[in-house]
């Protein structure tokens, strides 16, 4: 089995809503994104993907939360948008796009500080 990870970013706002403390204000972030994938097998030419096409891919997904509020896009208008939920989102639209049988969204982790992050998968 095989892993390949990219990272990539974004610049948005948030506010939780229901949150008490700082964080219930609106605020900003610098946002990093890991995407995982695993793949059992190489394709012709010894690749699980390329690298390039899955930062494509990842940066293709988190360009409408780059630069926004985050607040103001669904399903973030429902659910606040906490880095738990962030990371949920991505890897599902993630999953979306990739439709490669042989590779699988393993993990998505969102970093909104340098020391704090949240991760999603599938058991």
């Not at 700082?22 to 012709?44: F, P, R, Y």
């Not at 690749?47 to 780059?66: G, M, S």
Request: proline residues 2%.
């Amino acid at each position: 089995m095989y892993e390949l990870s990219v990272e990539v970013s974004f610049s948005a706002a948030h506010q939780l809503r229901g949150y008490k403390g700082k964080c219930e204000n609106l605020h900003g972030h610098n946002w990093k994104v890991q995407v995982s994938i695993m793949a059992e097998t190489l394709n012709d030419i010894d690749l699980a993907i390329d690298f390039h096409d899955l930062k494509k891919i990842a940066r293709e997904v988190i360009a409408p939360l780059d630069h926004a509020y985050l607040n103001e896009i669904f399903p973030f208008t429902e659910k606040n948008p906490s880095s738990e939920n962030i990371a949920k989102w991505i890897f599902d639209c993630m999953k979306k796009k990739i439709t490669d049988e042989n590779i699988n969204i393993s993990a998505v982790t969102v970093w909104e500080s340098d020391t704090a992050s949240a991760s999603y998968y599938e058991a």
